[in-house]
């Protein structure tokens, strides 16, 4: 999110991104914020999800509900995003089972973001989709998968240096073996 520049005039870094968002939080502009959200580029959208985050209330949070809702794509991802930062399950949820891991409509860093609430929440009926992705060519996300099931499984001990399909085949079968545990529940589409 930070884009950072280097003023060679001035021979000073500029952190534009930073700044805009710290103008914005300051302004609280939530209608303009909203009416901007949903036709925002990426990167724009999670600058905005920043500033929506640090405001909060019924205003954000009702719109927000209703691009959950009413939209697909980036737009919903960053709404439930919003939701699921507080831990909220019908979020975690809609991000774990609405669309599927190999065709994300955001890039590998925001779902790296979305592995680590999982894993923050400890978000257990992620699990079966973070051991898919393991062996992603994306390593960042594998990487993100691997800590967020070493974190919500410490009683499965994987060995540290595992490669990434031995890793998904060792977390597969400690899941097959897990399923019917409670901490499961709701898998998707269940």
């Not at 065709?103 to 894993?119: G, H, I, K, Q």
């Not at 992705?133 to 994987?158: C, K, R, T, W, Y």
């Not at 899941?175 to 499961?184: A, E, F, I, V, W």
């Amino acid at each position: 999110m930070e884009e950072a520049r280097y003023n060679s005039d001035l021979g000073v870094r500029v952190d534009y991104a930073s700044d805009v968002i710290a103008e914005l939080k300051r302004r609280r502009s939530v209608e303009l914020l909203m009416d901007v959200f949903p036709i925002a580029d990426l990167a724009q959208k999670a600058g905005i999800l920043e500033v929506l985050s640090a405001i909060g209330g019924k205003q954000v949070d009702s719109t927000m509900r209703k691009i959950a809702n009413g939209h697909d794509g980036e737009a919903a991802f960053f709404a439930l995003t919003y939701f699921a930062q507080t831990g909220d399950t019908s979020a975690l949820h809609g991000l774990n089972c609405r669309w599927n891991w190999w065709r994300l409509p955001v890039s590998s860093t925001a779902w790296v973001a979305t592995v680590e609430l999982f894993e923050k929440y400890r978000y257990y009926p992620a699990a079966p989709n973070l051991v898919e992705i393991l062996d992603a060519a994306v390593l960042n996300l594998g990487d993100a998968s691997q800590q967020a099931l070493v974190a919500m499984f410490p009683e499965a001990h994987p060995e540290r240096e595992l490669l990434p399909a031995d890793a998904k085949a060792f977390w597969q079968r400690f899941l097959s073996r897990h399923l019917d545990d409670h901490r499961m529940r709701p898998l998707c589409g269940g």
